[in-house]
């Protein structure tokens, strides 16, 4: 039996936690006694009780932008309360991308919907003020490279692979196909197809082997702004 629960240091840390007889998978359960959770208009979860910290030592400033005058916490994170109760994290709000048209898109759950396909090691989705999302694809080579022998495409090198049009279709493709029950607007349109796997080395990945969004954004800048002809 697995319990999903969450909290920050800022919070004691513990918030919400699923109960061995009250539990639902996929959300990180319901709040302790005495603490309050909200989810604000933009969807940042919000929390207040005894267990939020009093202030950062010594930044007065970072605490007030923390803690509002009414003594919720602001969280960070992105998240919905469903009918039982039960909080479920869909994403952080630093991630959230919003588009040109004023669409606020949380890229992770599309993102791990995505890589649920073995074709997928990492998918980055971008779009920030854009007027569309796109991605940036780093495909699970391994899998790719056996499809494209069993469909007598050439391997040859992994740039030489990513480049031909058959395997550039199958991956928009494929794309298309798992984003299909999406709304129209957050829908990916363009992707791009990258040939080396994303490192902690190269500074792509967290020590717990979370990708650096920005800094995969600001690495391939040249690549996004070829996908919006911005280049």
């Known amino acids: 039996m697995i319990l999903e629960g ?73 998240g919905i309360i469903d009918a039982q109760g039960f909080l479920i994290i869909t994403d952080r709000k630093k991630d959230i991308l919003v588009t040109s048209g004023g669409k606020n898109i949380a890229p992770q759950p599309i993102e791990n919907l995505i890589k649920t396909n073995p074709f997928f090691a990492e998918i980055v989705m971008v779009g920030n003020k854009r007027n569309f999302p796109a991605a940036l694809v780093v495909p699970n080579f391994d899998t790719l490279e056996k499809w494209a022998r069993a469909k007598g495409i050439g391997v040859g090198s992994r740039k030489d692979l990513i480049g031909k049009a058959e395997v550039r279709g199958h991956y928009e493709a494929l794309v298309n196909e798992l984003t299909k029950d999406l709304a129209q ?21 967290t020590p717990t082997l979370k990708v650096k969004r920005r800094f995969v954004e600001q690495k391939y800048q040249a690549v996004i702004d070829d996908l919006y002809g911005t280049a």
């Open 185 to 205: 607007f957050e829908k990916i349109k363009k992707i791009a197809l990258l040939d080396k796997e994303f490192t902690l080395e190269a500074g792509e990945l």
């Open 6 to 78: 969450y909290g920050l240091t800022e919070t004691s840390p513990v918030i919400t936690v699923n109960r061995p007889e009250d539990l639902k998978p996929g959300s990180v359960g319901k709040p302790l006694e005495n603490i309050e959770v909200k989810i604000a208009e933009d969807g940042e979860i919000l929390t207040r009780g005894p267990h939020v910290m009093e202030g950062y030592f010594n930044k007065p400033e970072a605490t007030a932008e923390a803690i509002d005058k009414d003594g919720w916490f602001h969280t960070g994170d992105i």
